[in-house]
Every structure is written in structure tokens, then in C-alpha cells.
């Protein structure tokens, strides 16, 4: 069974940084996908980042040149460095592995990031 455990989440000014971790227990596939989502108050969940194994990564436009998405395979470790934080990035961010193959995805249970002065 696969389990997400985020951390680093906290209350950061703008123009600051914070840096999430999520660790994966269980067994992971070669091509399952890492990603981060966020979940704004009153808003629905966004994907934020993914990362497959080989280092693909894709981003949503507002974090771009912003937030780099990275992971370490032997340590089962997915990372979200998060940089020039804004107020809009405030939300509970949630790991998220996709198993393509079963078309499966596996949460973590969220960690709060509050971005404000």
C-alpha cells in the first residue's frame, strides 16, 4: 500500500521561500508520476507540478520560474522548492502519485502554506 507523508509546509512573508517534502512508502513503479497539487479556500484543487522518473517535468503557468519540482529515487522522495512566494499561493498542498498503470492516484493529506506579511 502506498502512503504520502508531506512536511515543510508553514507561514512564510511574500517573496520567501519554502521547500515541501513528501515521502513515499510502499512500492513505487517506474512510471508512476509524482506531482504536487494546492487547493485554495473557495477554490477547487490545481495541479501544480509533476515529475515523472526520468526527470520530465511539467508546471502550472503561475509557478513557472518560480517553483522547481525534484525527487530523489532511492530515498522515495518527491521535493517542491517553492520561491518568490505570493499571497495567491496560499493553500493546503497535497503529494500526489499517479499510477498509470492502473490509473490510480494515491494523496497525501495535505500541509498548509500561508503566504503572507
Known amino acids: 500500500q502506498v502512503q504520502l507523508v508531506e512536511s515543510g509546509g508553514g507561514l512564510v512573508q511574500p517573496g520567501g521561500s519554502l521547500r515541501l517534502s513528501c515521502a513515499v512508502s510502499?512500492?513505487?513503479?517506474?512510471?508512476?508520476?509524482m506531482g504536487w497539487y494546492r487547493q485554495a479556500p473557495g477554490k477547487e484543487r490545481e495541479l501544480v507540478a509533476t515529475i515523472t522518473r526520468d526527470g520530465t517535468t511539467k508546471y502550472l503557468d503561475s509557478v513557472k520560474d518560480r517553483f522547481t519540482i525534484s525527487r530523489d529515487n532511492g530515498k522515495n522522495t518527491v521535493y517542491l522548492q517553492m520561491s518568490s512566494l505570493k499571497p495567491d499561493d496560499t493553500a493546503v498542498y497535497y503529494c500526489n502519485l499517479y499510477r498509470t498503470t492502473y490509473g490510480m492516484n494515491y494523496w497525501g493529506t495535505g500541509i498548509r502554506v500561508t503566504v503572507s506579511s
Open positions: 510502499g512500492s513505487i513503479f517506474s512510471n508512476d508520476v
